[in-house]
């Protein structure tokens, strides 16, 4: 079976930066443990960064979302921890918005009979890109393990669970 892990968005200012929440920090054991099983079993590891410029506060985020965050080859840009580490030789697809369009065209053209995804923030870029995910590999089962993902908000959190399983994305709790 082909299998795809997208780790997205973990990085610096998600976790102890510009956005950084409680709790992101302790998802980096979890994050890394799973991108050593994907690699030893084989399978493909691949990751989103959200990528910003210094004109971010003039976008359409940025007028929504008034906080500087993963400014290119800053130190909040990096992937956090022990998951950075792993994924240095990982393709990336850099994106300035929630979705991963370049992830999106990837996925149209490969066939993959599982892609599960884990990172920051649930509630934002984990869903858009489970969906983007779902739309791009229709067939392919998408997962979400509820333990390889957080939010700043918890209710929030598990309401994105939720939905994601009306959208029959696995939700699972491993």
């Not at 973990?10 to 690699?39: N, R, T």
């Not at 149209?108 to 995910?133: D, H, K, T």
Request: charge should be negative; include cysteine; glycine fraction near 8%.
């Amino acid at each position: 079976m082909k299998k795809l892990l997208v780790v997205v968005d973990y990085q610096k200012d998600f976790v102890d930066g510009a956005l950084g929440f409680a709790g992101a920090e302790l998802l980096d054991d979890v994050i890394a443990a799973k991108v050593q099983a994907y690699l030893a079993a084989g399978d493909d590891v691949m990751l989103t960064l959200d990528t910003h410029g210094e004109d971010y506060l003039q976008t359409q985020e940025g007028k929504n979302l008034p906080v500087p965050h993963c400014l290119r080859e800053s130190e909040g840009w990096r992937v956090y921890g022990q998951t950075g580490r792993l994924l240095e030789d990982c393709r990336a697809f850099e994106k300035p918005v929630f979705g991963s369009a370049q992830l999106f065209d990837y996925l149209r053209g490969c066939n993959y009979q599982q892609i599960e995804l884990c990172g920051l923030v649930s509630n934002i870029c984990v869903l858009s890109n489970a969906i983007l995910a779902k739309t791009a590999q229709p067939e392919a089962e998408i997962i979400v393990d509820a333990k390889a993902t957080a939010s700043f908000d918890p209710l929030l959190h598990e309401q994105t669970l939720s939905v994601l399983g009306g959208l029959q994305v696995s939700v699972i709790n491993k």
